[in-house]
């Protein structure tokens, strides 16, 4: 039974299903695309020194010291970048500030469950785009009557990549269009497309603290584009909550940019264990995706994809299972440590034999 006094728009919802995060011990989660890697200490060296009587004082509104880092690593001005509680939040800012006209948004068949979510709360006309065979995103497609474009580059949850070439196409053939590219993942793998945001002032990209700076639980999300469009997140957001990152996010987002040795490292060992995973699934017989994101795609001819996840639960191994249609013979897992992935392998070649 609906409760009486629910809204419309919450009858009508369908909600995204985030990742499990079970509480169990000893388990080895390759679910949620985490980083197997903690942060930098640097940035917990700057939230322990934040760690005081300040946190009785409201942050900055603004972020200031935390946009101005971000500028700088990027080479933009400051008021080219927002900032929000993790790129979800910011997203959600983007569908209601720059994504809902009367025109419907395309966004690719297969891609981040948020995005049909968000077209539900906010009342946004939406067209699914289908992939190509292979999985990937034909931009070519795109060129249609639209009221904005978004997709993930890598895309997920197939971890595939769009070139920058492709991606300046797509602006070039949208410019009345706002072309939004959700850059969860890009670190590891591909090339931001900021670098093209002073030529088009259409383009805005998202990106996280989650996945490449390991701060998944400290909730940074930002944006970089026209100075036009940021200013349209602002208004949003100070309408909705003027202080969406805390004292201690800021600090530790600021000691995030500046280790960039730290960076570095941690993206490079996950793009080698990546490579040396696929490698050893395909030897086991999987077809794998090829992937630019700190996760893979993964079926196996002969297995059922949802019988093998429940088959890998029981020995205390968390992969993701999406049960919809073209991808419902595959599992994405997340790329974990040496011993969790060769936890994951062990267990496969016990399965399949």
């Not at 939230?47 to 946009?67: C, H, M, Q, V």
């Not at 993964?298 to 059922?304: C, L």
């Not at 049960?323 to 969790?340: D, V």
Request: aromatic share 10%; net charge negative.
């Amino acid at each position: 039974m609906i409760n009486p006094f629910w809204s419309d728009i919450v009858r009508d919802l369908e909600p995204y299903v985030p990742g499990e995060q079970p509480k169990l011990a000893n388990l080895v989660k390759l679910n949620t695309n985490e980083n197997p890697y903690g942060p930098s200490p640097k940035v917990l060296e700057a939230i322990a020194t934040e760690s005081g009587d300040s946190l009785r004082l409201y942050p900055d509104p603004n972020g200031s010291a935390l946009k101005q880092t971000i500028a700088e690593y990027y080479r933009v001005s400051p008021d080219q970048v927002f900032l929000g509680n993790g790129s979800d939040e910011v997203l959600a800012h983007v569908f209601q500030g720059l994504l809902k006209h009367s025109r419907p948004i395309l966004f690719p068949d297969i891609t981040y469950s948020f995005y049909p979510v968000y077209c539900g709360l906010y009342q946004v006309p939406f067209e699914r785009v289908p992939l190509a065979e292979n999985f990937s995103i034909r931009v070519a497609d795109y060129e249609r009557d639209n009221g904005g474009i978004i997709f993930p580059n890598p895309n997920a949850p197939t971890g595939m990549l769009t070139p920058l070439a492709d991606i300046e196409w797509l602006l070039e053939h949208n410019r009345q269009s706002v072309v939004v590219v959700d850059e969860a993942y890009i670190d590891f793998g591909g090339e931001t497309a900021i670098s093209l945001v002073d030529r088009y002032p259409n383009l805005l990209v998202t990106q996280t603290l989650s996945k490449s700076r390991s701060l998944a639980g400290l909730r940074i999300g930002l944006a970089v584009g026209n100075a036009e469009l940021i200013e349209a997140l602002e208004r949003v957001k100070n309408s909705f909550n003027s202080y969406p990152l805390s004292r201690l996010a800021i600090v530790g987002g600021v000691a995030a940019f500046e280790d960039d040795a730290y960076f570095q490292k941690i993206c490079r060992r996950v793009i080698d264990s990546r490579q040396q995973l696929v490698i050893k699934l395909t030897e086991l017989g999987f077809q794998v995706l090829p992937s630019a994101a700190n996760f893979i795609l993964a079926r196996h001819p002969q297995q059922d994809a949802g019988e093998l996840m429940l088959q890998l639960r029981q020995r205390g191994i968390i992969v993701r299972y999406f049960n919809q249609p073209r991808i419902e013979q595959h599992l994405r897992i997340t790329i974990g440590t040496a011993e969790q992935n060769g936890q994951l392998l062990a267990a496969l070649k016990q399965l399949i034999g």
